[in-house]
């Protein structure tokens, strides 16, 4: 097969059973150990023993009542009986309503726990966990893989034991009520667990390759829609379908497989069973022959016999899902295993309000640990001061901006406001008072208005609109169909680039950050645009510390200082004038090369 | 069933396996309702008479039953498998070919997720149906036919006495269905509202972080969250209501028959083994009824699900080859564009203004066309219509003397490439992004193409160089990276037309300008045209147009453009006002009039 398209699988292949594991899941079901204990309880006195008792009846109904031995019938007696069972399918009925209910409830509550769990974990989460995994694989383990184990919770925990106990009270009564015939039909019970044990595994093998390919197709097609443009710009369209062609062949020869392998587990089942049934026939019309044994107890034996496989399948199902959910589990571990990078010290304060003094002392960090990304930088930067940071791509401006709003930790030196050490203070009060507008704000689903208060969920609506007027989104606002209620989904799809942006200045403006950074957030956007915002900068800048990080050198030629950077290291720093002055300098030769480009 | 219909053409041609799926069960399903029979005869005709010699035949005859059971069960799941999946797989090829040919217009307002699960969990529901649903729908409905028959012919009375739960039963089924549905619909509202507010916050995360809004996002999770877990109990009560009192009610018939049945035993009119046969048989019956329930919502579930892909199916392809379109000869397209007084609406917007009013545009061989505007002004449609993404609505378009609607769409594609807006790469290494339009392309030729567009350094930097794996579920690169990538892909075609849509945004300058002097000398007759928010960008262009809603305000080239006052002069100004002073010329004066 071409290698046009490749898919790395997020699917673990089956390990040996972690017990382990396996224990820590369950300390989520620990706070609800006193539900899980009436429910079994419930479960298995009024449940299961219900359905082990109607057998019975019939058969005493038939011994002593319908057809007795010594022909004395009993029209009262076959009242009496069909009374009990009548009451106890009554009892039987509110016993199953209270289970699924009850085991519902405490499955939800479990799989609610630990979701929130998760996500909370991963909230805390730096940059350096979310750089190394793609967004998919996240969203995957968030809701996937925690809902594979709601199953697990719901009906596989409570269903376990209750099986375990009919099993236990059906072995007995067999052996009670006929003791040999109860021993013989046993017979059965190994090979009948050796053939659905090596069958199950069988099958299991087979969904998981079909589990594999079918993940593989999804990430094609949702890729292949997301990047259909770009395919018919190319004319890759027959391409792209041979591709889809052969993949979705191969998926449903292994779909195919496993499917023809599982549909043999339920004859298989039948036809193992067949023996015991044998069994049953023959050996339990000898006892009845020899009078071992009454007609009653036989119709109560077939009865018996046949709920008996009915725990065992379920019991060897619920072993494969719990392998299947063990791997879920185990993903989910490993991210709750993981340490945030950035963590807050025990004794972490709130930093106090800013009046937006920044300094870097001798600062040095690294991305990866054998490449360093920033050396020896030292920066004094005064409240209200606007700073630029100039450089190459790659020369380590971005990291400036990471460490002050402490998205990652310096490896050397230390990074102040207001002369306090970043990794001394709670991180929400921090960044709750530093603004940022990236190059690609994110937009989330929801309203125009909601977007732009999502720093300041409490700001009212003529706050909203007063931070809009400022930066010059209005307009283009009021256009939309719904002005400030337009509803905006997929990471504002329907706004254009520029739009985008305009909105993460509104939303910037209106959290109104003591120290405001702008990661070259003008670079996508066009001139028209460009000039707009130009004009709301003066009103987003004033009386704040700013940082703004651009290639465009036209927009930092008024800072009161501008710092140039070049792989990491600070080569020069002034402002315009100065900058300008210097013969040969780095910033001096950015500027003339825009020239030189313009005129070459 | 017009649904059903409307997808015969996938599964009809496999009837066989439908029928070998319904006749399947439906044996299997007879058969086993021959069980209760033997049990009769050996309690009525061997236990009580005390007469065993057929005994030994009698249980090989169970055996060999339980066997062909076993065998038809197996024809059933065997053959139902197969429909389906081979139901399932022409449905997706269908689905995915017909992704590929709709039109843009179709892709503006059309979901991703909601594609998504078309042609995943409806596809799904469709394959589960048609193999397995249809043909135990149709079992339930056999099995009432033969085992009340077979009841009658044991004792008529007590069938009908047995009959009357039938429609009690149908009639809570069907209010399950009733209830259950809706219940099912806000599950998978819940769901995909607890996704969105996972899948916003980790693509967010940046924004997330920066406003120190976890506490908010957990918030917003939190509602999702419980929205979930209480649509689920919602899910469970109905259950709970349900499961028991249909259960209790097929129990209560039971009773019933034993009692009455117990006292014909007594009153000899009635034998044992009659009775345990009658009760066997009872128990056959109801145990499926319960999921009447089930099957009737499996049913509506996969009739929407089936509506949804029709829907899909049908969308009509508004973008496609004409009759006897005309197929390019590669090497003789010289890639002269004409726009002939284009207008142009875009479809599903028809009461916004015109994209493109009366365009008109001359880009000969070898000319570079530059394209400057705000937002909405139209420039980027003007490369879309030429990729015939979408069709004009007046006037018309040409390549070499040829209108593009009269070319075929594939070949007409292949003589252009674009570098659009926003980078897209795909899920695999480097080297076949790169090479995304030319799967045979030559080594040599992919790493010339990544060095014209800057790309090959920092390729080489990375651990797998050219093997590495990038995409959304890769490796993650810089904007500027991916554009470069992207850049590469359109110079390795050698297209006759070459268009960037601000395809360079994200590089520094002096990178974007070697790209440009790259650019040039790929390019020499050839037609590129750039749309660039940059001056830099446009500087060089042999016509420079610059775009306000859609219809064009100025044009000619740079030198002319910076003499008149207007968007271009403006940009220039603003993108230059930090010239040194001893290269400040002509312009210095024009400066100081704007401010």
Same mark, same amino acid.
């Given at each position: 097969?071409?290698?046009?398209?490749?898919?790395?699988?997020?699917?673990?292949?089956?390990?040996?059973?972690?017990?382990?594991?396996?224990?820590?899941?369950?300390?989520?079901?620990?706070?609800?150990?006193?539900?899980?204990?009436?429910?079994?309880?419930?479960?298995?006195?009024?449940?299961m023993?219900?359905k082990l008792a109607i057998p019975f009846l019939i058969s005493m109904a038939i011994d002593?009542?319908?057809k007795?031995?010594?022909?004395?019938?009993?029209?009262?007696? =076959?009242?009496?009986? @069909?009374?009990?069972?009548?009451?106890?399918?009554?009892?039987? +009925?509110?016993?199953?309503?209270?289970?699924?209910?009850?085991?519902?409830?405490?499955?939800?509550?479990?799989?609610?726990?630990?979701?929130?769990?998760?996500?909370?974990?991963?909230?805390?989460?730096?940059?350096?966990?979310?750089?190394?995994?793609?967004?998919?694989?996240?969203?995957?383990?968030?809701?996937?893989?925690?809902?594979?184990?709601?199953?697990?919770?719901?009906?596989?925990?409570?269903?376990?034991?209750?099986d375990?106990?009919q099993l236990a009270g059906i072995i007995i009564i067999l052996l009670a009520l006929q003791f040999k015939l109860g021993l013989a039909v046993m017979i059965t019970v190994p090979l009948m667990f050796i053939v659905s044990s090596s069958l199950r595994?069988?099958?299991?093998?087979? +969904?998981?390759?079909?589990?594999?390919?079918?993940?593989?197709?999804?990430?094609?097609?949702?890729?292949?829609?997301?990047?259909?443009?770009?395919?018919?710009?190319?004319?890759?369209?027959?391409?792209?379908?041979?591709?889809?062609?052969?993949?979705?062949?191969?998926?449903?020869?292994?779909?195919?497989?496993?499917?023809?392998?599982?549909q043999l587990f339920g004859p298989v089942i039948e036809i193992t069973s067949a023996v015991g049934t044998l069994i049953l026939l023959l050996y339990g019309s000898h006892l009845i022959q020899s009078e071992q044994m009454t007609v009653g107890v036989l119709v109560a034996f077939i009865t018996y016999v046949s709920y008996f496989w009915e725990p065992i399948t379920r019991l060897g199902q619920?072993?494969?899902?719990?392998?299947?959910?063990?791997?879920?589990?185990?993903?989910?571990?490993?991210?709750?295993?993981?340490?945030?990078?950035?963590?807050?010290?025990?004794?972490?304060?709130?930093?106090?309000?800013? &009046?937006?003094?920044? #300094?870097?002392?001798?600062?040095?960090?690294?991305?990866?640990?054998?490449?360093?990304?920033?050396?020896?930088?030292?920066?004094?930067?005064?409240?209200?001061?606007?700073?630029?940071?100039?450089?190459?791509?790659?020369?380590?401006?971005?990291?400036?901006?990471?460490?002050?709003?402490?998205?990652?930790?310096?490896?050397?030196?230390?990074?102040?406001?207001?002369?306090?050490?970043?990794?001394?203070?709670?991180?929400?009060?921090?960044?709750?008072?530093?603004?940022?507008? =990236?190059?690609?704000?994110?937009?989330?689903?929801?309203?125009?208005?909601?977007?732009?208060?999502?720093?300041?969920?409490? $700001?009212?609506?003529?706050?909203?609109?007063?931070?809009?007027? $400022?930066?010059?989104?209005?307009?283009?606002?009021?256009?939309?169909?719904?002005?400030?209620?337009?509803?905006?989904?997929?990471?504002?799809?329907?706004?254009?680039?520029?739009?985008?942006?305009?909105?993460?200045?509104?939303? $910037?403006?209106?959290?109104?950050?003591?120290?405001?950074?702008?990661?070259?957030?003008?670079?996508?956007?066009?001139?028209?645009?460009?000039?707009?915002?130009?004009?709301?900068?003066?009103?987003?800048?004033?009386?704040?510390?700013?940082?703004?990080?651009?290639?465009?050198?036209?927009?930092?030629?008024? $800072?009161?200082?501008?710092?140039?950077?070049?792989?990491?290291?600070?080569?020069?720093?002034?402002?315009?004038?100065?900058?300008?002055?210097?013969?040969?300098?780095?910033?001096?030769?950015?500027?003339?090369?825009?020239?030189?480009?313009?005129?070459? | 069933?017009?649904?059903?219909?409307?997808?015969?053409?996938?599964?009809?041609?496999?009837?066989?396996?439908?029928?070998?799926?319904?006749?399947g069960l439906a044996t299997a399903t007879a058969l086993g309702l021959v069980y209760p029979m033997l049990l009769k005869v050996l309690i009525d005709d061997m236990i009580i008479p005390g007469e065993y010699e057929g005994l030994l035949g009698l249980a090989l005859l169970a055996v060999g039953i339980v066997m062909l059971k076993a065998g038809c069960q197996y024809v059933h799941g065997?053959?139902?498998?197969?429909?389906?999946? !081979?139901?399932?797989?022409?449905?997706?090829?269908?689905?995915?070919?017909?992704?590929?040919?709709?039109?843009?217009?179709?892709?503006?307002?059309?979901?991703?997720?909601?594609?998504?699960?078309?042609?995943?969990?409806?596809?799904?529901?469709? &394959?589960?149906?048609?193999?397995?649903?249809?043909?135990?729908?149709?079992n339930?409905?056999f099995l009432?036919?033969f085992g009340?028959?077979m009841m009658?012919i044991i004792? +008529?009375?007590?069938?009908?006495?047995?009959?009357?739960?039938?429609?009690?039963?149908?009639?809570?089924?069907?209010?399950?269905?009733?209830?259950?549905?809706?219940?099912?619909?806000?599950? &998978?509202?819940?769901?995909?509202?607890?996704?969105?507010?996972?899948?916003?916050?980790? @693509?967010?995360?940046?924004?997330?972080?920066?406003?120190?809004?976890?506490?908010?996002?957990?918030?917003?999770?939190?509602?999702?969250?419980?929205?979930?877990?209480?649509?689920?109990?919602?899910?469970?009560?109905?259950?709970?209501?349900?499961?028991?009192?249909?259960?209790?009610?097929?129990?209560?018939?039971v009773?019933?028959l034993l009692?009455?049945?117990?006292?014909?035993?007594?009153?000899?009119?009635?034998t044992l083994g009659e009775l345990v046969s009658l009760n066997g048989m009872l128990g056959m019956i109801v145990a499926p009824? +319960?999921?009447?329930?089930?099957?009737?919502?499996?049913?509506?579930?996969?009739?929407?699900?089936?509506?949804?892909?029709?829907?899909?199916?049908?969308?009509?392809?508004?973008? !496609?080859?004409?009759?006897?379109?005309?197929?390019?000869?590669?090497?003789?397209?010289?890639?002269?564009?004409?726009?002939?007084?284009?207008?142009?609406?875009?479809?599903?917007?028809?009461?916004?203004?015109?994209?493109?009013?009366?365009?008109?545009?001359?880009?000969?061989?070898?000319?570079?066309?530059?394209?400057?505007?705000?937002?909405?002004?139209?420039?980027?449609?003007?490369?879309?219509?030429?990729?015939?993404?979408?069709?004009?609505?007046?006037?018309?378009?040409?390549?070499?003397?040829?209108?593009?609607?009269?070319?075929?769409?594939?070949?007409?594609?292949?003589? @252009?490439?674009?570098?659009?807006?926003?980078?897209?790469?795909?899920?695999?290494?480097? !080297?076949?992004?790169?090479?995304?339009?030319?799967?045979?392309?030559?080594?040599?030729?992919?790493?010339?193409?990544?060095?014209?567009?800057?790309?090959?350094?920092?390729?080489?930097?990375?651990?797998?160089?050219?093997?590495?794996?990038?995409?959304?579920?890769?490796?993650?690169?810089?904007?500027?990276?991916?554009? #470069?990538?992207?850049?590469?892909?359109?110079?390795?075609?050698?297209?006759?037309? =070459?268009?960037?849509?601000?395809?360079?945004?994200?590089?520094?300058?002096?990178?974007?300008?070697?790209?440009?002097?790259?650019?040039?000398?790929? @390019?020499?007759?050839?037609?590129?045209?750039?749309?660039?928010?940059?001056?830099?960008?446009?500087?060089?262009?042999?016509?420079?147009?610059?775009?306000?809603?859609?219809?064009?305000?100025?044009?000619?080239?740079?030198?002319?453009?910076?003499?008149?006052?207007?968007?271009?002069?403006?940009?220039?100004?603003?993108?230059?006002?930090? !010239?040194?002073?001893?290269?400040?010329?002509?312009?210095?004066?024009?400066?100081?009039?704007?401010?």
């Open positions: 097969m071409s290698r046009q398209f490749q898919y790395q699988d997020d699917v673990l292949i089956e390990k040996n059973f972690n017990w382990k594991q396996m224990a820590r899941l369950f300390t989520y079901v620990k706070p609800y150990r006193g539900d899980v204990a009436r429910v079994v309880f419930v479960m298995t006195v009024f449940g023993l219900t002593k009542a319908i007795p031995a010594d022909g004395q019938t009993s029209g009262g007696l =076959l009242c009496l009986f @069909m009374g009990i069972m009548l009451a106890m399918y009554a009892l039987r +009925w509110w016993a199953q309503h209270y289970t699924i209910r009850q085991t519902n409830s405490i499955g939800q509550k479990v799989i609610f726990d630990l979701r929130t769990a998760l996500f909370k974990h991963i909230q805390g989460l730096s940059f350096r966990f979310f750089d190394k995994r793609p967004a998919g694989s996240v969203l995957v383990r968030v809701t996937n893989d925690v809902n594979s184990l709601q199953d697990l919770f719901t009906n596989g925990v409570v269903n376990s034991v209750i375990i106990a595994k069988r099958i299991r093998f087979a +969904w998981q390759t079909v589990r594999i390919k079918q993940s593989r197709i999804n990430s094609h097609l949702n890729e292949s829609i997301q990047g259909i443009r770009v395919t018919q710009a190319f004319a890759q369209e027959k391409e792209n379908i041979g591709f889809f062609d052969r993949m979705n062949l191969s998926n449903i020869r292994s779909w195919n497989f496993a499917s023809a392998l599982n619920m072993y494969s899902q719990l392998l299947i959910s063990m791997s879920s589990a185990e993903r989910i571990f490993e991210y709750l295993d993981e340490k945030p990078a950035v963590g807050e010290k025990p004794d972490a304060v709130d930093l106090p309000e800013v &009046r937006g003094h920044v #300094r870097f002392e001798d600062v040095e960090f690294g991305y990866e640990s054998d490449r360093p990304a920033l050396r020896g930088i030292n920066l004094d930067i005064k409240p209200g001061m606007t700073v630029a940071l100039v450089g190459h791509t790659g020369s380590g401006k971005s990291t400036i901006v990471n460490l002050l709003c402490r998205f990652y930790d310096t490896v050397k030196g230390r990074v102040l406001i207001d002369g306090v050490d970043v990794r001394d203070v709670k991180l929400e009060s921090l960044r709750s008072q530093i603004g940022i507008v =990236l190059q690609d704000t994110f937009i989330f689903s929801g309203t125009i208005r909601d977007n732009i208060r999502y720093g300041r969920p409490d $700001a009212t609506d003529a706050e909203v609109e007063a931070a809009a007027r $400022a930066v010059r989104a209005h307009d283009f606002i009021s256009n939309l169909p719904d002005g400030y209620d337009t509803e905006v989904q997929e990471r504002g799809s329907t706004l254009s680039m520029g739009q985008r942006q305009l909105l993460s200045f509104a939303r $910037a403006l209106l959290a109104d950050p003591r120290v405001l950074i702008l990661d070259e957030a003008t670079a996508s956007i066009d001139t028209e645009t460009e000039l707009r915002i130009q004009e709301a900068l003066g009103t987003l800048l004033a009386d704040r510390t700013s940082f703004i990080v651009a290639h465009r050198l036209s927009t930092i030629r008024h $800072a009161d200082l501008i710092v140039v950077l070049d792989h990491g290291v600070i080569v020069e720093q002034g402002n315009h004038e100065q900058l300008m002055r210097l013969k040969d300098g780095h910033y001096r030769g950015l500027i003339e090369a825009q020239y030189r480009f313009l005129s070459a | 069933m017009d649904v059903f219909r409307g997808l015969k053409s996938f599964f009809w041609q496999d009837k066989g396996f439908l029928l070998g799926s319904v006749l065997f053959s139902g498998g197969r429909l389906g999946n !081979r139901l399932a797989s022409r449905l997706r090829n269908a689905s995915y070919e017909k992704l590929q040919v709709l039109p843009f217009s179709f892709y503006d307002s059309a979901r991703t997720g909601d594609l998504m699960s078309r042609l995943t969990a409806d596809i799904e529901g469709i &394959r589960n149906f048609i193999g397995f649903g249809l043909a135990q729908l149709m339930t409905g009432i036919l009340f028959t009658a004792d +008529w009375p007590l069938m009908l006495m047995t009959l009357v739960i039938i429609p009690v039963l149908a009639y809570i089924a069907i209010r399950f269905e009733f209830h259950i549905h809706p219940v099912f619909r806000s599950i &998978r509202a819940a769901v995909s509202r607890l996704t969105v507010s996972v899948q916003e916050n980790i @693509m967010g995360v940046r924004t997330v972080k920066s406003f120190a809004s976890e506490p908010h996002e957990m918030k917003k999770f939190r509602g999702g969250n419980e929205n979930y877990r209480d649509n689920h109990l919602a899910l469970a009560a109905v259950w709970a209501k349900y499961f028991p009192i249909i259960e209790f009610i097929a129990n209560l018939s009773v019933l009692l009455v049945g117990g006292f014909r035993v007594i009153n000899k009119t009635l009824l +319960w999921t009447l329930g089930f099957q009737i919502n499996n049913y509506t579930q996969s009739k929407a699900a089936g509506e949804r892909l029709l829907e899909l199916l049908n969308q009509p392809v508004t973008i !496609r080859n004409a009759d006897r379109a005309l197929r390019l000869q590669d090497e003789a397209v010289q890639g002269h564009i004409h726009f002939e007084d284009v207008s142009f609406r875009y479809p599903n917007h028809e009461e916004q203004p015109s994209a493109l009013l009366g365009f008109n545009l001359d880009a000969p061989p070898g000319s570079v066309i530059g394209l400057l505007g705000g937002t909405g002004s139209g420039k980027s449609t003007v490369v879309q219509l030429m990729l015939r993404a979408y069709d004009v609505g007046e006037g018309s378009i040409t390549l070499d003397g040829v209108d593009i609607r009269h070319i075929e769409l594939e070949s007409l594609r292949r003589q @252009m490439a674009i570098v659009f807006q926003e980078t897209f790469l795909f899920s695999t290494t480097i !080297r076949e992004n790169i090479a995304y339009g030319q799967a045979d392309a030559s080594e040599e030729s992919i790493i010339e193409a990544a060095k014209l567009a800057q790309a090959h350094d920092f390729i080489m930097e990375l651990p797998q160089g050219y093997d590495t794996i990038v995409g959304e579920r890769g490796m993650g690169l810089s904007g500027g990276q991916k554009q #470069r990538i992207a850049i590469a892909r359109a110079l390795l075609l050698r297209p006759k037309v =070459l268009m960037l849509d601000d395809a360079t945004s994200a590089l520094d300058m002096e990178t974007e300008h070697v790209i440009q002097q790259s650019l040039r000398k790929v @390019m020499a007759g050839r037609t590129t045209f750039i749309i660039a928010h940059r001056i830099s960008s446009l500087r060089h262009a042999d016509e420079i147009i610059v775009l306000d809603r859609g219809r064009i305000v100025q044009r000619g080239k740079h030198e002319q453009l910076i003499r008149q006052p207007g968007l271009y002069r403006e940009t220039y100004q603003t993108q230059y006002a930090d !010239r040194p002073d001893e290269l400040e010329s002509a312009s210095a004066g024009e400066r100081r009039v704007s401010g």
